[in-house]
C-alpha cells in the first residue's frame, strides 16, 4: 500500500529565510503527488501537484517543489518565508484503484521574527 | 462557486446522543471522504465513497456511518457519540483521472466536535 512520511514534525524558520519541507512517499509507480496547507482554523488548501512531466512545479503563495524519482521524495520549498506563511503542511500521494488520497502526517512550521 | 461545504463547523454534545454532520459538493465529484484530524496524527480517513450508494471503510471507521443516497452529499452520522471521538472533522470531494488514481481533494472548512 502506498504511504507518505514527512519526516519533520515542527520546523522554525526566521522570517525571509528559505525553507524546505520534506515528504517522501512509498508507491510502486508514478505517483500523483500534492502539497495541502493548512492554516489555523481553516480547512486545506491546495498549493500545487505533480501529476507528469517537469518535476519541478510551481504553486500558490512562491512555494515550489521538486519530483525525484530515484529519491521517491517530493519537497516543498520556498525561497523566502513570510510571517503568513506559519500553518500545517500536508504532503499526499494519490493512491492506485479506487482508494482516496493518502496524507502524510504534517509538518507544523513556525516563522520567527 | 466549487466548496465543500460542512454543518455545523462546532458542535458540543454529550455521549451517546446521535449526531449527524452535513457535508454537500457542488462540483460534480465522484468521490467523497470523511478524515479526522488529531493532533500528532494528521489526517486519518474514516469512510470514502466512490459513488451514489459506494462506501467503504477507510483507516478508522469504527463509531462511525455515512450514507451516499446522492452524488452532492455525504453525511457523517455518530450513533453514539464518545468523548474519544472529539475531533476535527473534514469532508473531501475529488474527481478521478488516468489510471483509476484521484486528482486533488477539496476540502471543507471542517467541523470541530466535541463531546462531554
Known amino acids: 500500500a502506498q504511504s507518505v512520511t514527512q519526516p519533520d514534525i515542527h520546523i522554525t524558520v526566521s522570517e525571509g529565510a528559505s525553507l524546505e519541507l520534506r515528504c517522501n512517499y512509498s508507491?510502486?509507480?508514478?505517483?500523483?503527488l500534492f502539497w495541502y496547507v493548512q492554516s489555523p482554523g481553516q480547512g486545506l488548501q491546495l498549493l500545487l501537484k505533480?501529476?507528469?512531466?517537469?518535476?519541478l512545479v510551481q504553486g500558490i503563495k512562491g512555494f515550489e517543489a521538486e519530483f525525484k524519482r530515484s529519491q521517491s521524495s517530493f519537497n516543498l520549498r520556498k525561497p523566502s518565508v513570510h510571517w503568513s506563511d506559519a500553518a500545517e503542511y500536508f504532503c499526499a500521494v494519490g493512491a492506485p484503484g479506487n482508494t482516496p488520497l493518502v496524507f502524510g502526517k504534517g509538518t507544523r512550521l513556525s516563522v520567527i521574527a | 462557486e466549487a466548496q465543500v461545504t460542512q454543518n455545523p463547523r462546532y458542535l458540543i454534545t454529550v455521549t451517546g446522543k446521535k449526531l449527524t454532520v452535513t457535508c454537500s459538493q457542488n462540483m460534480n465529484h465522484e468521490y467523497m471522504s470523511w478524515y479526522r484530524q488529531d493532533p500528532g496524527l494528521g489526517l486519518r480517513q474514516i469512510y470514502y465513497?466512490?459513488?451514489?450508494?459506494?462506501?467503504d471503510k477507510g483507516d478508522v471507521p469504527e463509531g462511525y456511518k455515512v450514507s451516499r443516497k446522492e452524488k452532492r452529499n455525504f453525511p457523517l452520522i455518530l450513533e453514539s457519540p464518545s468523548p474519544n471521538q472529539t475531533s476535527l472533522y473534514f469532508c473531501?470531494?475529488?474527481?478521478?483521472?488516468?489510471?483509476?488514481?484521484?486528482?486533488?481533494?477539496?476540502f471543507g472548512q471542517g467541523t470541530r466536535l466535541t463531546v462531554v
Open positions: 473531501a470531494s475529488s474527481i478521478r483521472q488516468g489510471k483509476g488514481m484521484n486528482t486533488e481533494a477539496f
Open positions: 465513497s466512490m459513488n451514489v450508494e459506494v462506501t
Open positions: 505533480y501529476f507528469s512531466g517537469d518535476t
Open positions: 508507491y510502486g509507480a508514478t505517483p500523483y
